[in-house]
């Protein structure tokens, strides 16, 4: 009996390399759809109007179609009326005026 390597029997290295790849590949795929979607990662930015609907200690807060959100150091009163931007899903607004 011999136990010596074959060329033959055994892959290469470029062909183990390249079958990784594509389970790699194959695995971002399916996660990517099913389980962490990508579109999560691309957030459509919102614009909204929105009143005040209450304020404490310079915090207003005003209430979104997903949530409420908080705008800290508020120079605004309950029930004035703002135009705020924010990404859905996320918590933070990115801009926010005072309707004119």
């Known amino acids: 009996m011999s136990y010596g390597t074959s060329a033959s029997s055994e892959p290469s290295t470029k062909k183990l ?5 594509a389970i790699a590949i194959g695995a971002f795929a399916i996660l990517s759809i099913f389980v962490f979607p990508v579109k999560n990662l691309i957030r459509e930015e919102v614009t909204a109007e929105v009143k005040v609907t209450t ?17 800290s150091q508020c120079p605004y009163k ?18 926010y005026e005072l309707k004119t």
């Not at 390399?17 to 790849?21: E, I, L, R």
């Not at 304020?55 to 705008?71: F, L, M, Q």
Request: aromatic fraction near 4%; proline fraction near 2%.
């Open 78 to 95: 309950v029930g004035d009326t703002l135009i705020i931007k924010y990404k859905e899903g996320t918590s933070q607004i990115i801009s």
């Open 17 to 21: 390399v390249m079958v990784f790849v």
């Open 55 to 71: 304020k404490n200690d310079g915090i207003c807060v005003v209430d979104t179609s997903d949530h409420p959100r908080g705008i």
